[in-house]
């Protein structure tokens, strides 16, 4: 049994409320503010020692003054040396990954409460590692610091950056900071996922850079994808680069004008794989769901089709909204489909679950009177892990089915 905390083990004493302390003890590690009963003295940041209304030690939390989510738990036990902690926690990710993150050398270190360090993303590119901080705990200097130098003992990466969104910092009160260099000088390289090469700009893209929870999802739809392929929100060419070695025509789609100068880039990084092709991956600056719409009016036909759109749900109460949204495509796409041919569908969207999407596409190939065969229902990559007890860590739905 874990003991009562005394003043010596922490300044600070957080008491929830009975709905908080029974949310501690099912598993998850989130209290939000709401469930804070007294939080006297509490500095942002700090480390406090969480107890249920009657003053029963449950843990020990890293404190938000100012996150809807108050406390977000690091420990069952009296938090004594949190460097130490932190060291540990960094090692045991690692080591986490080592068995089965393989033909990649791009892949995810930490990846928040999943890896018992909420708040605090790291993402591997080659010799680049790219951090993302996400919460006041996370950005104080005793944890930056020594979060880095656990990094750079254990992955001897040439450069360390830090991807910063601006957003984050401003719902948790922190002072603005510009994406940059933490450590060494290199901010760019190329990585391999699968055997494909993608080239990696440390201070542009998306998020930390790349949509690495998708790698194994890639891999699975090369088995599948033939023919001729439309890859929809295509970004920097993950998927269409991927199939694009098995199918005899690629179109990839996206909004974006840089992302695809980079998949162009991607391309002719692989272009030894892509020789025997009689036509290049055509890429396309478009709105994914204007050309779908056009594509299906005109009766264009795939033999293979990938929708992986960006996050529709932010929130619950864009479900129905997102749902709707979900359909359009999916159904634009069955339409276009020959006779036997692959579906290979994505949601990013955490609100939206997996039951939903599956119902979704279940009404969608309904309307477009076409039968859907589930070949493989899928999630993130592996080294984006999912703890049972905390539903949010789980997040991406990928479906492969074959349509009739």
């Not at 005394?6 to 004493?13: E, H």
């Not at 420990?75 to 060291?87: E, F, G, I, T």
């Not at 699975?220 to 694009?244: S, T």
């Not at 709105?287 to 009016?297: E, G």
Request: aromatic share 8%.
């Amino acid at each position: 049994m874990p003991r009562k905390p005394t003043a010596s083990d922490s300044s600070f004493i957080v008491k929830v409320s009975p709905r908080g302390a029974s949310r501690l003890k099912d598993g998850h590690v989130w209290v939000y503010r709401s469930d804070i009963v007294s939080a006297d003295g509490a500095t942002p940041g700090s480390v406090v020692a969480v107890t249920d209304h009657r003053g029963q030690f449950l843990g020990s939390a890293l404190y938000s003054s100012s996150s809807q989510i108050a406390i977000r738990m690091i420990s069952h036990d009296v938090v004594a040396d949190l460097p130490a902690l932190l060291r540990q926690r960094v090692a045991d990710a690692i080591s986490y990954r080592q068995p089965f993150v393989h033909d990649t050398n791009a892949y995810r270190v930490i990846f928040s409460e999943a890896d018992f360090l909420p708040g605090l993303i790291v993402d591997r590119y080659s010799d680049i590692l790219s951090l993302q901080i996400l919460t006041q705990a996370m950005d104080s200097e005793i944890v930056r610091s020594t979060v880095i130098a656990e990094l750079t003992e254990r992955l001897h990466p040439s450069s360390i950056v830090e991807r910063v969104d601006p957003r984050v910092r401003q719902l948790e009160e922190l002072p603005p900071r510009a994406s940059g260099l933490l450590q060494g000088e290199k901010t760019s390289t190329v990585f391999n996922m699968n055997a494909v090469q993608f080239k990696f700009e440390a201070l542009e893209g998306q998020k930390t850079g790349a949509f690495l929870d998708q790698r194994e999802n890639y891999a699975a739809a090369v088995q599948y994808a033939h023919g001729e392929a439309l890859d929809a929100f295509c970004y920097q060419g993950g998927f269409a680069l991927h199939v694009a070695p098995g199918c005899a025509q690629v179109c990839g789609v996206d909004s974006s004008r840089p992302a695809l100068e980079v998949a162009e880039q991607n391309a002719a990084l692989n272009h030894a794989q892509l020789k025997d092709k009689d036509k290049e991956i055509e890429w396309i600056e478009a709105n994914a769901f204007d050309l779908l719409k056009d594509y299906s009016s005109s009766g264009q036909r795939y033999d293979t089709i990938i929708l992986d759109p960006p996050a529709f749900a932010k929130s619950k109460r864009d479900l129905d909204a997102a749902l709707r949204g979900y359909k359009e495509l999916n159904l634009r796409a069955l339409k276009m489909l020959r006779p036997g041919g692959i579906l290979v569908t994505c949601s990013c969207s955490y609100h939206v679950s997996f039951s939903e999407f599956i119902g979704m596409l279940a009404d969608a190939a309904r309307d477009a009177r076409r039968n859907l065969r589930l070949i493989e229902a899928r999630g993130q990559a592996k080294d984006h892990p999912i703890l049972l007890n905390i539903p949010e860590t789980a997040y991406l739905k990928c479906v492969v089915a074959s349509v009739t």
